[in-house]
C-alpha cells in the first residue's frame, strides 16, 4: 500500500510560489504546446455571446447583460431574460474587444487562465500534504483529463471558473495553517468571484465553511467556531464579493437562477444520467474506484456493481452502465466518510456533489464539472493509496496519456467545427455583398459572429426583416430553421456541406456543448444538419 498517499489534509508546510511552479512546469508545457497551435481557432457555440458582454461592459460597465441578442431567433430579447449570471469573462474578454475582437486575443486570454489553474492546482496538492512528485501528477492529471484543453480553447468561462475554484481552496488551505490576511482576503474574492463566473459555484461558499472545519463531530465543530470565529473570515469575504457584484451589476433580481423557459423538473432525468455518467467517463474516478476496492473489499462486491452496471447496458445504452457504477460508487464515498468521520473525505464528496443542485437546468454538460476536478483528481489519488507503488504509478501514466491523446482528438475536431463555420460563411456571403446584394443571417453560434464580418445584417423579427429579392445566410443546426420558418417563399441559391475527417464534437449523438445533442463529447457520425445555406427571399 502507498502509505505516502494516505495523508491529503491542510498541512503547515510553506509553498514557495517557485516551488508550486516548478512542479507545475510540465503541465504548464502540455497546456501551452495543445494551446498556443489554436490561438486563431474561430468562435463557435457561445464564444459570441460572452463576446457580446464584453462589448456592452465597454459601453456601460455595470451592465454587462443589458442588450439584446437574438438567440434562436425566439425572441430577439435582452441577455438576461436568457440566461443567469456568467458576466465575469465578459469583463475578462474586454481586453479582446479593445483589440478589435480577434481570436488569438481570446485564446491567450484563456491560456493565462489555464496557467494560473494549474499552479493553482498544484500549490493545493502540496499545501494539502502531498510530495512535489504527487504536486506534478496532480497538475498533469488537470490539464489532461477532458474537457479542460479543449474548454481552454473557446471564449467561454469555464476555466476562468474552474482556476478561481482551485485558487479559492488553496488561499482556504494557506489561510487554514498560517492564518495571514492576505491569504484569507485572496481566498474570499476567489470565492466570491466563482459565482459570478459560474453561478453554481457559488455553492463553493458553503463548501468553504465545511473546509475550514477540523472534524465532522459536532461537539469539536462547535468547539471550533467558539475559539476560532474568525477563522470562516473569508467566507463572509466572499459572501460580500458575491452580493456586490450581483447589486451592482443586475437588471431585474438578484437571483442567479436561470429564466424559467430554460429549466424545470423534467428535465433532471437526463441531466442526472449524464452528471453520473461523466464521473465514469471520461473523468477516471470510477476506474480508480473500481480498481481500489477490487483490492481492499470481497471481489464479489465489484462483481456485483459491474454485473448490475452490465445489465443496465444491455437493457439501455452504455451511458445507464456508467451512471449505474458511479451512482453507487458517489453513495458509497459517502458512506465511508461518514462511517470513518473522516473530514478530508466528507469534504471531497462534498466537492463532487457541487454540480448536482442544477440538474434542473436545461442541460447539464461535462464543462459544468470542472470546477470539481480537483476533488477528482485527490480521490483519485486516495483511491490509488490503496495499490502497489508501481500499479498505481502505470495508473497515473496511463491517465495522462490517454487523457491527453483524447484531449487532442477533440481539440482537432472541434477546431474543424469552427473552421466549417467561418469559412462556409465568408463564402457564402461575401460574393454576395461585393455584387451589392443585401444579404440577412439569422441563427446562433458561428453565423451570429462571423455573417456579420462577412457582411450580413442580423435579422430581427418585427423590425428589421428581408424584403423579397433580399438573401437569408443560415446554419441549419445554428437555429436556422426559425428563421427559415418566416419565410414560406424562398429559394435556396447555395449550400455548403461538411464531412468530418476524423470525429466531431457536436451532433449526430455527440455533445462536448450540451448533453441536449448526447452525452459523449466526442464521436464520428454524419447529419443532414452539418451545412449552412443562403435563400433568396421570393
Not at 492529471?141 to 482556476?163: E, H, K, Q, R, W
Not at 465543530?221 to 459572501?239: D, F, H, T
Not at 458512506?335 to 473525505?345: T, V
Request: proline content about 7%; some cysteine.
Amino acid at each position: 500500500m502507498n502509505g505516502a498517499m494516505l495523508d491529503c489534509g491542510s498541512t503547515r508546510r510553506a509553498v514557495p510560489l517557485s516551488k508550486a511552479l516548478t512542479c507545475a512546469l510540465p503541465a504548464l508545457l502540455v497546456a501551452s504546446l495543445c494551446l498556443l497551435p489554436l490561438l486563431n481557432k474561430p468562435f463557435l457555440i457561445d464564444d459570441p455571446e460572452y463576446l457580446g458582454m464584453a462589448k456592452q461592459i465597454v459601453k456601460h460597465p455595470l451592465h454587462p447583460m443589458d442588450f439584446r441578442i437574438c438567440w434562436n431567433m425566439a425572441p430577439c430579447t435582452k441577455l438576461y431574460n436568457v440566461t443567469p449570471g456568467n458576466t465575469l469573462m465578459g469583463y475578462a474578454l474586454v481586453p479582446t474587444v479593445l483589440l478589435g475582437s480577434t481570436e488569438w486575443m481570446a485564446h491567450l486570454t484563456q491560456v493565462v487562465f489555464v496557467w494560473a489553474a494549474v499552479i493553482a492546482m498544484s500549490a493545493f496538492l502540496l499545501r494539502s500534504g502531498y510530495s512535489s512528485g504527487d504536486a506534478t501528477s496532480g497538475a498533469l492529471f488537470l490539464v489532461a483529463i477532458p474537457p479542460f484543453l479543449p474548454m481552454a480553447s473557446t471564449a467561454m468561462p469555464d476555466i476562468l471558473a474552474t482556476a478561481l475554484g482551485v485558487l479559492s481552496f488553496e488561499r482556504l488551505a494557506a489561510w487554514k495553517a498560517f492564518g495571514k490576511w492576505d491569504q484569507g482576503a485572496g481566498a474570499g474574492v476567489a470565492l466570491g468571484l466563482a459565482g459570478i463566473a459560474r453561478p453554481h459555484l457559488s455553492l463553493l461558499l458553503p463548501l468553504a465553511v465545511f473546509y475550514l472545519f477540523e472534524s465532522v463531530n459536532p461537539k469539536d465543530m462547535l468547539a471550533q467556531i467558539r475559539e476560532k470565529s474568525v477563522m470562516w473570515l473569508p467566507v463572509l469575504i466572499g459572501v460580500c464579493v458575491l452580493l456586490g457584484v450581483i447589486l451592482a451589476t443586475r437588471e431585474t433580481t438578484l437571483s442567479l437562477d436561470p429564466p424559467a423557459a430554460a429549466r424545470g423538473f423534467h428535465k433532471i432525468p437526463k441531466n442526472l444520467l449524464a452528471y453520473l455518467g461523466y464521473l465514469c467517463f471520461p473523468l477516471p474516478l470510477a476506474a480508480y474506484w473500481i480498481a481500489a476496492r477490487w483490492r481492499t473489499y470481497p471481489h464479489r462486491f465489484v462483481i456485483a456493481v459491474l454485473t448490475l452496471a452490465t445489465a443496465g447496458m444491455l437493457l439501455k445504452p452504455l451511458w445507464y452502465g456508467f451512471a449505474i457504477v458511479s451512482g453507487v460508487m458517489l453513495a458509497e464515498l459517502l458512506l465511508q466518510a461518514l462511517r470513518k468521520r473522516d473530514h478530508m473525505e466528507m469534504f471531497l464528496a462534498l466537492w463532487l456533489l457541487v454540480p448536482l443542485p442544477i440538474v434542473y437546468y436545461f442541460h447539464l454538460p461535462l464543462k459544468y464539472l470542472l470546477p470539481c476536478m480537483p476533488a477528482v483528481i485527490i480521490t483519485c489519488f486516495r483511491l490509488g493509496s490503496c495499490l502497489s507503488n508501481r500499479t498505481f504509478r502505470g495508473a497515473k501514466v496511463l491517465t495522462i496519456w490517454t487523457g491527453v491523446i483524447f484531449s487532442i482528438l477533440i481539440l482537432r475536431s472541434d477546431a474543424e467545427l469552427a473552421e466549417f463555420g467561418r469559412t462556409a460563411l465568408e463564402s457564402l456571403i461575401r460574393p454576395h455583398v461585393a455584387a451589392g446584394e443585401k444579404v440577412w443571417y439569422g441563427g446562433e453560434f458561428s453565423v451570429y459572429w462571423y455573417a456579420r464580418f462577412a457582411g450580413a445584417e442580423l435579422l430581427v423579427p418585427g423590425e428589421r426583416e428581408p424584403k423579397p429579392g433580399d438573401l437569408l445566410a443560415i446554419g441549419r443546426w445554428e437555429g436556422g430553421d426559425t428563421a427559415l420558418d418566416m419565410f414560406p417563399k424562398r429559394t435556396l441559391l447555395q449550400s455548403i456541406s461538411h464531412r468530418y475527417s476524423f470525429g466531431r464534437t457536436m451532433g449526430a449523438g455527440i455533445g462536448l456543448y450540451t448533453n441536449v445533442l448526447g452525452f459523449w463529447p466526442w464521436g464520428f457520425g454524419s447529419s443532414e444538419l452539418d451545412r449552412y445555406e443562403i435563400w433568396r427571399i421570393d
